[in-house]
């Protein structure tokens, strides 16, 4: 049986999969990433982790790997991953390729997500979708005519960096008072001392100041996809990250400000909904993208 591995790279956490090419999961995995997360020790963990997924890489053809950040637009180099240390052109495809021998391409990890949303969770049923995955940073993922649009450099889709309120809060991108800079754990373990899940518990138990808390964090989520909205018309916006275990505090404000400050005719019949797939999207899409990048291949060497 053919299989792919999909590889999620994220701040505290690697993830992997062998995936079918049906989307059936077979094997998963975690290991932590290094701290700090330098290049080369990312790399040797996750070749580390891809060789105990995939002892003697049996059965494999192919390793997507989803980094937080733009890659180029060929899938080699993750080109900044700007919560992560000293990451800036690693040409990550290549290094994990020539030490498993197994074909590898990268991509944003918000790409990756909208990628496996698309595939077998909440975004399947629909042709133009965004998706912001809310967690450590906020990544985004841009679907138009069922395609994911990456721009001509691979880089677009970065929903997070919009900016939100000008004179706000410096992001490591360069931008001031980015979207991530109201709605990432990171901003709010910042404006609250709290960490996501702790608000959570505490909005579940009916402390007043946690509802409030998740209250103002819908409508600025809001007021951010309306700038996404005017401008994409999607036909939905799907919700993930780990922050969105808390989307019943914050989903109805969101939906409120956007019914409230979005046309009509600019959102006819828009959802906001919850992702499906957790912590496998970002697996799922960077599986998802292994399998795209064989269908390719596939296909040019059929056209000669």
Known sequence: MTEVIGVDLGGTAIK??????????????SV?????????????????????LAPGMVDISAIGVG???PADAVGRVAKIAINLEGWIDIPVATLIQSRTGIPTIVGNDGNCAGLGENWLGAGRYYRNSVLLTLGTGVGGAVFINGALFTGHAGSAGELGLIT????????KSGNNGSLEQFLSGQAIRRMT????KELGIMAAAGDRDALEFWNNYGRNL????TSI???????????GGGISASARY???????EIDRRVMAVSRPGFQLIEADLGNQAGIAGAAKLAWEMLARQAAKSTSY
């Open 229 to 239: 909205i005017y401008m994409l018309t999607p036909e939905v916006a799907i919700i």
């Open 67 to 69: 980094t937080p950040g």
């Open 164 to 171: 939100f309120e000008p004179q706000g809060h410096p992001c």
């Open 222 to 225: 809001g007021i951010g996809l």
């Open 16 to 29: 992997l999969g062998r995936f079918t090419q049906e989307g059936k999961c077979l094997q998963s995995l």
């Open 32 to 52: 932590p990433t290094p701290q700090p997360a330098y290049p080369d020790a990312t790399i040797d963990t996750m070749v580390y982790a891809i060789e105990k």
């Open 193 to 196: 001392g709290k960490e996501p």
């Open 250 to 256: 914050f989903l109805p404000a969101a939906k409120q």
